[in-house]
C-alpha cells in the first residue's frame, strides 16, 4: 500500500484505501477531556474495522507528582498495544476521533515519537465519515497480531526549561482557549495562566465549522501571523493533547514545532515557574 502523502487523509480517500487489498489500519482515538471517555462511544459504533485505543492508559502513562496530566506512554507498553491491534512495520495507519481531530491528533504524534512514519487523521472524523455515506458497525474485530516495533524518541520534545527558554528566543505558541491563556478561568489545572512569552494560538481556529482542517496555505497564513516562519516553534496546551493537534495543523501548513509534553499540568507542579496572566505575551 502506498505511504501517507500528507497527515491528513479526507473521508472519500479513506473509504477507497479500505475497499482496497491492503486496508490501513484504523484506530479509534474517542476521547474528551471532561468524560465520559470513548471506549462508551466506539461500543456504540466506530468505523469497520478500528480498533479502540485509550488515549488515557494506552497513549500516555500514569501521572506523577512532577508530571502532567498525560506524560508519553512507555514505549514498550505501547507497542504491545498496537500490536495487538494488527500494526505491523508496513502498516498503514489512520487515526479518528469524533469530529476535530483534537484526540487523533495526540494518537497521531505519539506514534510518529514512537517510530511510525506511514500515520494519518481522518479530516473531520467519525463524522465526516458518516457524512461521506461510511457505514459503522458495533462489531469489534480480532486483527491478526502485528510485529510493529518501536523506538522512543523518533520526534524531539521539549521540558519545563527548554520551553521557557523558546519563549523568549523563539516561538512558543500557547494552544488552549483564550480565557484560560489569559487566566481568567482554568477548569483543570490548580493554577491558572500561561507560560510568560508564549503566544496564545487555540487550536479551535485550525479547523473549519464541519471540523475539518483549514486549506495549507490559510493555516501557514495564521501561523505565519503569529511568528511561526524561520523560527524555532515550540507548542504546548493543558496536558499535551490538543498541543499535539497545533502541530498537526503546522504539519499541514509545511511549518513544524516541538511539543512540550508536561504542558501547563507539568509547569505548575513547581511553584518557582513563574506565571503570566493576561494577554500579554512577556
Same mark, same amino acid.
Request: hydrophobic fraction near 45%.
Given at each position: 500500500?502506498?505511504?501517507?502523502?500528507?497527515?491528513?487523509?479526507?473521508?472519500?480517500?479513506?473509504?477507497?484505501?479500505?475497499?482496497?487489498?491492503?486496508?490501513?489500519?484504523?484506530?479509534?482515538?474517542?476521547?474528551?477531556?471532561?468524560?465520559?471517555?470513548?471506549?462508551?462511544?466506539?461500543?456504540?459504533?466506530?468505523?469497520?474495522?478500528?480498533?479502540?485505543?485509550?488515549? !488515557?492508559?494506552?497513549?500516555?502513562?500514569?501521572?506523577?507528582?512532577?508530571?502532567?496530566?498525560?506524560?508519553?506512554?512507555?514505549?514498550?507498553?505501547?507497542? #504491545?498495544?498496537? &500490536?495487538?491491534?494488527?500494526?505491523?512495520?508496513?502498516?498503514?495507519?489512520?487515526?479518528?476521533?469524533?469530529?476535530?481531530?483534537?484526540?487523533?491528533?495526540?494518537?497521531?504524534?505519539?506514534?510518529?515519537?514512537?517510530?511510525?512514519?506511514?500515520?494519518?487523521?481522518?479530516?473531520?472524523?467519525?463524522?465526516?465519515?458518516?457524512?461521506?455515506?461510511?457505514?459503522?458497525?458495533?462489531?469489534?474485530?480480532?486483527?491478526?497480531?502485528?510485529?510493529?516495533?518501536? &523506538?522512543?524518541?523518533?520526534?524531539?520534545?521539549? !521540558?519545563?526549561?527548554?520551553?521557557?527558554?523558546?519563549?523568549?528566543?523563539?516561538?512558543?505558541?500557547?494552544?488552549?482557549?483564550?480565557?484560560?491563556?489569559?487566566?481568567?478561568?482554568?477548569?483543570? !489545572?490548580?493554577?491558572?495562566?500561561?507560560?510568560?512569552?508564549?503566544?496564545?494560538?487555540?487550536?479551535?481556529?485550525?479547523?473549519?465549522? !464541519?471540523?475539518?482542517?483549514?486549506?495549507?496555505?490559510?493555516?501557514?497564513?495564521?501561523?505565519?501571523?503569529?511568528?511561526?516562519?524561520?523560527?524555532?516553534?515550540?507548542?504546548?496546551?493543558?496536558?499535551?493533547?490538543?498541543?499535539?493537534?497545533?502541530?498537526?495543523?503546522?504539519?499541514?501548513?509545511?511549518?513544524?514545532?516541538?511539543?512540550?509534553?508536561?504542558?501547563?499540568?507539568?509547569?505548575?507542579?513547581?511553584? #518557582?515557574?513563574?506565571?503570566?496572566?493576561?494577554? #500579554?505575551?512577556?
Amino acid at each position: 500500500m502506498p505511504s501517507v502523502p500528507s497527515p491528513l487523509v479526507s473521508a472519500a480517500a479513506l473509504r477507497t484505501r479500505c475497499a482496497g487489498q491492503e486496508p490501513p489500519v484504523l484506530l479509534d482515538v474517542r476521547w474528551s477531556l471532561t468524560g465520559p471517555h470513548g471506549r462508551e462511544d466506539y461500543d456504540r459504533g466506530h468505523l469497520p474495522g478500528a480498533v479502540f485505543v485509550d488515549l !488515557d492508559t494506552e497513549l500516555s502513562s500514569a501521572r506523577t507528582a512532577t508530571s502532567g496530566r498525560h506524560p508519553l506512554p512507555d514505549v514498550a507498553a505501547l507497542q #504491545e498495544v498496537l &500490536r495487538a491491534a494488527g500494526v505491523s512495520g508496513s502498516s498503514v495507519v489512520v487515526l479518528y476521533d469524533a469530529r476535530d481531530a483534537t484526540s487523533a491528533a495526540r494518537g497521531w504524534w505519539v506514534l510518529r515519537w514512537a517510530g511510525l512514519t506511514d500515520v494519518a487523521v481522518l479530516d473531520g472524523g467519525l463524522a465526516a465519515w458518516t457524512a461521506a455515506g461510511g457505514e459503522v458497525t458495533t462489531d469489534v474485530p480480532s486483527p491478526p497480531r502485528g510485529d510493529v516495533a518501536l &523506538r522512543a524518541g523518533a520526534l524531539p520534545v521539549l !521540558d519545563a526549561d527548554a520551553a521557557a527558554t523558546l519563549a523568549r528566543t523563539g516561538l512558543l505558541l500557547d494552544a488552549r482557549a483564550p480565557e484560560r491563556y489569559r487566566g481568567e478561568v482554568e477548569p483543570v !489545572d490548580p493554577v491558572a495562566g500561561h507560560v510568560p512569552g508564549a503566544v496564545n494560538a487555540p487550536t479551535a481556529a485550525n479547523v473549519g465549522p !464541519d471540523g475539518t482542517f483549514l486549506p495549507a496555505d490559510e493555516l501557514r497564513a495564521r501561523f505565519t501571523a503569529l511568528g511561526a516562519d524561520g523560527v524555532q516553534v515550540g507548542v504546548y496546551c493543558g496536558s499535551g493533547v490538543t498541543a499535539a493537534h497545533e502541530l498537526l495543523a503546522l504539519d499541514v501548513a509545511g511549518l513544524t514545532g516541538t511539543l512540550y509534553p508536561g504542558s501547563w499540568s507539568e509547569w505548575v507542579t513547581n511553584p #518557582e515557574r513563574p506565571v503570566a496572566t493576561g494577554a #500579554e505575551t512577556g
